[in-house]
């Protein structure tokens, strides 16, 4: 039996995806599609966005392209971190897929992409050397584009400046955010993640830019009592009832990636919202209800108009950090994808 049921809706990723082609106004559309697809699944994410338009996939390791090249024989796969060691390179080569240089020694036979470190202080080469003739493209990354537009600007004209001489190749900088609100980011393609999924990359509503998210996460009431004034649900009592007070257990927990953090985040069941109370267990976690409801009552952790965002913003993170910790590939949880 299943605890909980994720659903992911493709058509989401492509409207998503024809929202971000529609404002890139003829820059290409990366799906970046790294992490098990922000938790969503990467080869599923793959095809909707592919279909859509996106013109290649990146993800993070050779290992993460080498799995998606097996569900897609003919795509541009862009691996984004640096290869661990020459190992990598060789079975990159064999599966037809394109490294970024951010350091060391070019490797040929291959397609590079030379990353340019223009003030994310990560990965990247101080200076740009002369592209030898594998190298296609031409990218860096930016460290403030949800938050400090003028810090985006001074890497912007790092970047123009350095990779002014070799126009011809293909120059991407843009992530979700700066693809969708700083128009002059966009150069020949932008590299997008979080927007795909319908996730805010400014910790809002993702409505706001004309995105909807592909992912909810329903569960049920597993067991429902009353508490006395005094009594408390879960570890450390850290919810003690004031007045009698009915609460819900709802068969996830921190394992399946509602975090101990979420405590107070609400949800909806049967279609009210309704708080989470004491401490998140690693299998379940407590809802205060009112009135009384039946067990197997429908809950709604994310979906239905309850956004990771809010999740998120009661646990101090970011929704990219939410969604990269449902643990989609669990069998504890039905995975559902619709398409
Ligand atoms: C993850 C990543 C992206 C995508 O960022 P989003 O904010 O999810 O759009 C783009 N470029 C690089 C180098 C990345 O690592």
């Known amino acids: 039996m299943h605890r909980s049921e994720i659903t992911i809706d493709l058509g989401a990723i492509r409207d998503n995806a024809r929202r971000l082609l529609d404002v890139l106004d003829g820059a290409e559309l990366w799906a970046v599609v790294k992490a098990n697809g922000y938790g969503h699944g990467a080869s599923d994410v793959a095809r909707a966005a592919l279909s859509a338009g996106a013109t290649a996939l990146c993800v993070a390791t050779v290992d993460e392209g080498l799995e998606l090249r ?3 024989p003919d795509a541009r796969i862009l ?13 990159a080569r064999d599966a037809r897929l394109e490294l970024v240089v951010s350091g060391g020694e070019i490797p040929d036979d291959i397609p590079v992409h030379l990353k340019l470190d223009t003030g ?3 990965w990247g080469l101080s200076e740009l050397p002369e592209p030898p003739a594998n190298v296609v493209g031409l990218m860096s990354h930016l460290a403030t584009s949800d938050s400090d537009p003028a810090f985006v600007q001074q890497q912007v004209e790092r970047f123009t400046e350095a990779t002014a001489p070799h126009a011809h190749l293909t120059r991407h900088l843009a992530n979700s955010a700066a693809a969708l609100r700083l128009p002059g980011t966009r150069f020949d393609a932008a590299r997008c993640g979080i927007a795909l999924y319908g996730i805010s ?4 509503d993702p409505a706001e ?9 329903r569960s049920r009431l597993a067991q429902v009592h009353l508490l006395h004034p005094g ?10 009832a004031e007045r ?11 394992e399946d990636g509602f975090r101990r953090d979420m405590t107070g985040t609400e949800v909806l069941v049967d279609g009210e919202r309704r708080r989470a109370v004491g401490t998140v267990s690693m299998d379940a976690v407590a809802v ?22 809010s999740h998120a913003a009661v646990a101090g993170t970011i929704g990219y950090e939410i969604a990269c910790g449902i643990n989609a590939g669990s069998a504890r949880a039905r995975r559902i994808v619709h398409d």
């Open 288 to 309: 205060e209800l009112d009135p009384e409801l039946p067990v197997g009552t429908p809950v709604t952790i994310i979906g239905d108009g309850v956004l990771i965002e």
């Open 231 to 240: 009594e408390s649900t879960g570890y450390g009592r850290r919810f003690v």
């Open 209 to 217: 830019d004309g995105l909807r998210p592909a992912l909810s996460w």
């Open 120 to 122: 994310m202080g990560r």
């Open 201 to 204: 990359a400014f910790g809002t």
């Open 79 to 91: 691996i984004m971190g640096p290869p661990n060691d020459p190992r990598d390179v060789a079975a």
């Open 244 to 254: 009698p007070t009915w609460v819900g257990i709802v068969p996830v927990g921190y």
């Open 70 to 72: 097996q569900g897609e």
